[in-house]
């Protein structure tokens, strides 16, 4: 049945061993998000990497996420032991159809792509401004960095780095 839901879907997969299954949905801001699918004896786990641990705002982040979980279909964001950033999920194995998984692999897609820029800025945003310094100061393309040129006005640029 997961198997049938991930093809209609049309989705990259791979079977790596029984009851497992590594989804690669494809993304905008986000490249791709893997997604792990783990069928036990009772219920089905879904699992999404979203960004590593943040290097700062660490507790703005968490409440971000905190808050945002109260308005998502399914999933929710969780931490694990590093503190790197997860959707996660877990249904009765008498819940899983194709609909539900295709909606669950939805609001992941939904989630880690619609939320990946504002992730970034909130926890990397010190890592982005020195990125696009360095990037400027020896004429490199600046262009995937255009999601977060609002961050790059001229004080930013004057200002000196921080430890």
Same mark, same amino acid.
């Given at each position: 049945?997961?198997?049938?839901?991930?093809?209609?879907?049309?989705?990259?997969?791979?079977?790596?061993?029984? +009851?497992?299954?590594?989804?690669?949905?494809?993304?905008?801001?986000?490249?791709?998000?893997?997604? /792990?699918?783990?069928?036990?004896?009772?219920?089905?786990?879904?699992? /999404?990497?979203?960004?590593? @641990?943040?290097?700062?705002?660490?507790? /703005?982040?968490?409440?971000?996420?905190?808050?945002?979980?109260?308005?998502?279909?399914?999933? +929710?964001?969780?931490?694990?032991?590093?503190?790197?950033?997860?959707?996660?999920? @877990?249904?009765?194995?008498?819940?899983?159809?194709?609909?539900?998984?295709?909606?669950?692999? +939805? /609001?992941?897609?939904?989630?880690?792509?619609?939320?990946?820029?504002?992730?970034?800025?909130?926890?990397? +945003?010190?890592?982005? @401004?020195?990125?696009?310094?360095?990037?400027?100061?020896?004429?490199?393309?600046?262009?995937?960095?255009?999601?977060?040129?609002?961050?790059?006005?001229?004080?930013?640029?004057?200002?000196?780095?921080?430890?």
């Amino acid at each position: 049945m997961i198997e049938a839901a991930l093809a209609e879907a049309e989705v990259e997969w791979e079977h790596p061993r029984p +009851g497992t299954y590594v989804v690669t949905l494809p993304g905008t801001r986000k490249l791709s998000t893997t997604c /792990a699918l783990s069928a036990g004896r009772h219920s089905l786990s879904v699992n /999404a990497f979203v960004v590593r @641990r943040p290097d700062e705002n660490a507790a /703005a982040v968490h409440r971000w996420m905190l808050e945002r979980n109260t308005r998502l279909y399914g999933v +929710g964001y969780a931490l694990d032991r590093l503190g790197d950033v997860y959707l996660v999920a @877990r249904l009765p194995l008498a819940a899983v159809t194709p609909d539900e998984v295709d909606r669950l692999l +939805g /609001a992941v897609l939904e989630e880690a792509d619609g939320s990946f820029n504002s992730l970034l800025e909130t926890g990397f +945003g010190s890592a982005i @401004r020195r990125e696009y310094r360095w990037r400027t100061s020896r004429g490199e393309s600046t262009r995937n960095l255009e999601a977060f040129s609002h961050m790059f006005g001229e004080a930013d640029e004057e200002r000196p780095e921080a430890g």
